[in-house]
Structures are given as C-alpha cells and as structure tokens.
C-alpha cells in the first residue's frame, strides 16, 4: 500500500521475525474464531440450528442481540466476531462431542487470557497450557469433520500462536500492539471521505475531502482564540 516492495531485515542473515513482530489480536484471534472456529461449530451443530440457538439468546444490555442467527450476516467487522466469540461456548455446550468442545474451549481461554494488560509467569503457564489443550483435543474435531476435505492443520493464524507466550516474555503484554488506531484512522482518512464522494476518481476526492476539512478545522480553531 505504501511502495515497501521488501521487508527491512531482508538482508539480515540471523533475522528471525516472529521474535520481534508481535502477533496482533484485531486480525489474528477474531478473524481465526470468525474463519475457523465459527466453521467447526457450524458444521458439527448445523447451521440452522447454530442459527436458532443464536436467535433464542435473551436480549441483554451491553451484549447484541442476533434475532436471525450469524451465519448469513456479510460485510461483518472484527467487533462483530468479538461479540460472536462471548457466546458460543454457551451455544454449543452439550450439543457437541465433549472432547470437540475442550479444544474450542482451549482456543477461546487462550485467545482472552493472552489479551490481559499484565501477564505473570503463572499466567503464561496457564496461556501454554490452552494452546496445548487444544493440540491435545485437535483429533476430535477431525472426526467430526470440522476440517472438510482437509486432513491437515496448517492453519497460519494457528501455528503463530506458538509465538505468543515467548513474545509476551520478550516484548510483552500483546494488547500494548493493537491495531486499533490505524484501523480507526483507515475509518476517518479513507472510508468516511470515500463515503461522502461519486465513487469516481477515489484518490482525487478523498484528498480534496481531508484538504478542505482540513481548512475547516484551522479556521474554527481560528475564529475561537
């Protein structure tokens, strides 16, 4: 997006990039549950009946609400996948084998245990020890034939995970490098001027937009001293 053709440790003989580029839960652990473990449940529940279980939660404040299910839902974002990830333990407990169930359950402990803004040894035992709960369990979820056709695990976004308690005790608590700002300032650079345009000419309009709001912005600021 920014002309960077080759990354910067690309003549670094002894450079090892998972010690020092740090897994990022916006898009690594939401975007997993929504790709992966969303599917697996799907397919061992069903989708109509995830679908109507889903529609029969009990409206909460400070919780959505799905009436028609999460399955034909489009265009979601990652907030979406987050509030979808807090109910479906309760959503396929006892509907699914028990051994199946442990492995989503490893995956969920270690994605919101991994998220904590302070860490101790203690913990990250803990966060090792999910992950390989879920290693342990894994089988389960193959014959029930979560995985399709596939008779692998190379899932990347899984086997990072594996770096994510030596990068917690090298660089620390992962939520210090979440992605948050950027993606709100893509929202204020990017969609909304994109939004307020024809749809021609992005590049042209979306500066003239932030050029003028800009100006706006300086004369308020003005006008107010």
Known sequence: LNGVLFPFWLNWALAEPSSFIT???????????WDHDRKWCSRMLG??????WFSLLQMCSGYRHFPDGIMTLKQTS??????????????????????ALSAIWALTDFRYRSQAPRLTDAD???LTASLQEFHN????LMEA?????????QI?????????????LGMGALVQWSADVTEHAHIDIIKNPARSGNN??????????LDRQEKCWLFMQATTM
Request: proline fraction near 5%.
């Open 23 to 33: 897994l990022e839960p916006l898009h690594q652990f939401f975007k997993m549950f």
């Open 47 to 52: 989708a109509d009946e995830l679908d109507f």
């Open 78 to 99: 990652m907030r979406l996948h987050r509030e979808v990830q807090q109910y479906i333990m309760g959503i396929v407990a006892g509907s699914i084998p028990q051994e």
């Open 124 to 126: 990250i035992t803990k």
């Open 137 to 140: 369990s894994k089988t389960a």
């Open 145 to 153: 034939g979560v995985r399709g056709l596939l008779d692998h695990w």
């Open 156 to 168: 990347p976004k899984l086997e990072m995970m594996f770096a994510v308690a030596p990068g917690i």
């Open 200 to 209: 021609q000419n992005f590049d042209a309009q979306i500066c003239r937009y």
